[in-house]
């Protein structure tokens, strides 16, 4: 894997449709400064907001990181969302590397804490993309979704023995959600 290749001991992490903004590495490395943090996450907001389709997925992503992942942040069970964050190299390594799945974000994750991790929610928005502008473009985007969260969830044990039981509601709250 690439991140094997990297002399760095931090990732950072953007889908190409994000732009990170220049602070973003001077707001999230000090979270590092505690050495069980895995990663740091940021929202995914998007700065296309040009149509009721792009305009209402931005409504429901804000949802999300203003209420979801800061009541996760508080449990330590935040999940990467595969964009806009910044791994501790060490801690990827000694889970293997970032496991291959089609919802390999927040497996990642799930692995990370179930093998005694912290991960780190930020609310600052520090990155932007791309919002879905098209109703099949937002449908392929959350069926994918979807699929991927359920197939995990039965592929896995998703209230895994490694994790307390507000980490176990948690994860069990997203694969229902």
């Given at each position: 894997f690439a991140y094997s290749k990297i002399k760095?001991?931090?990732?950072a992490n953007f889908d190409a449709?994000?732009?990170?903004?220049?602070n973003f590495l001077i707001e999230t490395l000090p979270f590092f400064n505690e050495k069980d943090v895995a990663f740091v996450?940021?929202?995914?907001?998007?700065?296309?907001?040009?149509?009721?389709?792009?305009?209402?997925?931005s409504d429901a992503v804000s949802l999300f990181y203003d209420y979801i992942m800061p009541a996760?942040?508080?449990?330590?069970?935040?999940?990467?969302?595969?964009t806009n964050s910044?791994?501790?190299?060490?801690?990827?390594?000694?889970?293997?590397?970032?496991?291959?799945h089609s919802c390999d974000d927040v497996n990642t994750a799930y692995t990370l804490?179930?093998?005694?991790?912290?991960?780190?929610?930020?609310p600052?928005?520090?990155?932007?993309?791309?919002?879905?502008?098209?109703?099949?473009?937002?449908?392929?985007?959350?069926t994918r979704w979807a699929q991927s969260s359920l197939d995990m969830f039965f592929r896995n044990n998703v209230i895994g023995k490694k994790l307390n039981i507000d980490q176990k509601?948690?994860?069990?709250?997203n694969f229902t959600f």
């Open positions: 760095a001991k931090y990732i449709d994000f732009m990170p903004h220049k996450q940021t929202p995914q907001y998007c700065y296309n907001q040009v149509n009721l389709i792009s305009k209402g997925y996760k942040n508080a449990f330590n069970a935040a999940y990467w969302v595969g910044i791994f501790r190299k060490s801690a990827i390594k000694k889970i293997g590397g970032f496991p291959y804490h179930q093998n005694g991790w912290k991960s780190v929610f930020l600052k928005i520090l990155a932007q993309g791309l919002a879905p502008e098209t109703l099949e473009a937002f449908y392929s985007q959350q509601f948690q994860y069990f709250h």
